[in-house]
């Protein structure tokens, strides 16, 4: 029976950790590492991938609209692997001087962000996309009649709202249902560091 | 060939292991959970290893990114979201050592009662149970020495009094 502090202190010391192959584990998160970098470098590729793809596929570097479309695009991949990478959460790097305050903080700053992206910034994203295929159109598209061209046009904006409108819905319904009850949680763990 | 890293880290297992493990169970009584709570643990100190630079006891930085996990952990477990963090599978885990009925039954208890604390003060007790001063203690949570001591002094009552039913009159 602990009957003061000390006895339990004695009792909470006499756990010891499971034993585990510490060495299996290293090996298993360096091929991790080597994993993660590789898909990283995979996402940063994507922009000028996609950017030579469209720069050699597409007559658009011949026009000065096709370069405008080139650099809106890029600039729209760019903006959204950048906020996606902002708001990926565990991120703890500056732990030496983080306290539990300041981690609740950021990472309550960092979901909120997730709900913003896809509330806001995506929907800006999906209207960046449409003006950038629009303004290619014009261009890519001037030698033809004008109703393809128009029909081209509606074709392509709508097509980009009903996928942005799907992908939107299923995003937002997982952004309710994980993240935030989570921002909850950590928001009371918050104020109870505060209070 | 090891590397310096990987020597680095099996030293800083060696010595924290414990330590972590304990704080896995005193956040998740399940020793499933508290198992994948501690490999989490230890791939974030592991990937963040080389951000280290000194500025504060390795102790209290591994002590950081333990807790920090454990909150998120348990905030996910709650809410059964998803694991942002890859555990690696086929580990193999194994019990330390047997530990008799008894003493299993009142470490049972002991993680019963501190598992009824909210999570701050969970912190706050297992840090205590570590032997960890109150600087170090409002270091990691963030909040001031005078409120840990406050802090302290109830959650010392109310473990007492919850390991000891009969001596308190409950």
């Given at each position: 029976m602990e009957t003061n502090f000390n006895d339990i202190q004695q009792l909470w010391k006499s756990q010891k950790a499971v034993n585990f192959d510490i060495s299996g584990l290293i090996q298993q998160m360096k091929a991790t590492e080597k994993k993660q970098k590789t898909e990283w470098i995979i996402g940063i590729a994507c922009v000028p991938i996609t950017i030579s793809i469209l720069v050699y596929a597409l007559?658009?570097?011949?026009s000065p609209l096709g370069i405008i479309t080139l650099l809106i695009i890029s600039f729209g991949m760019s903006w959204v692997i950048w906020l996606n990478s902002k708001s990926?959460?565990?991120?703890?790097?500056n732990a030496e001087r983080y306290n539990q305050r300041d981690y609740l903080q950021e990472q309550i700053q960092k979901l909120k962000l997730r709900g913003k992206i896809i509330q806001k910034h995506m929907i800006t994203y999906g209207v960046i996309l449409a003006l950038a295929i629009n303004l290619g159109y014009l261009a890519v598209l001037a030698p033809l009649s004008l109703q393809v061209r128009i029909g081209a046009h509606v074709g392509a904006t709508l097509f980009i709202a009903v996928i942005m409108w799907f992908t939107l819905r299923k995003k937002s319904k997982k952004f309710e249902t994980e993240s935030r009850p989570m921002i909850r949680q950590l928001e009371k763990l918050l104020e109870e560091l505060k209070n | 060939m090891r590397t310096q890293k990987e020597k680095d880290f099996e030293a800083l297992y060696l010595s924290h292991k414990d330590k972590i493990y304990r704080l896995c169970l005193g956040f998740v009584r399940d020793k499933e959970l508290a198992n994948d709570l501690f490999q989490e643990i230890l791939i974030k100190i592991w990937r963040h290893l080389d951000s280290?630079?000194?500025?504060?006891?390795i102790s209290t930085w591994i002590y950081r990114i333990a807790y920090n996990t454990a909150l998120t952990f348990s905030t996910r477990e709650k809410k059964q979201g998803e694991k942002k963090v890859e555990i690696p599978d086929n580990l193999n885990l194994t019990e330390p050592e047997n530990l008799s009925q008894e003493l299993e039954n009142r470490l049972q208890q002991l993680y019963q009662a501190i598992s009824e604390l909210n999570e701050l003060d969970r912190i706050i007790a297992t840090l205590l149970l570590e032997g960890n001063a109150y600087k170090v203690i409002a270091e990691i949570s963030g909040i001031s020495e005078n409120y840990v001591a406050v802090k302290v002094n109830r959650i010392k009552a109310l473990l007492t009094q919850k390991l000891n039913p009969q001596t308190h009159g409950n």
């Open positions: 007559p658009l570097k011949d990926l959460l565990g991120q703890v790097e | 280290f630079k000194g500025e504060s006891e």
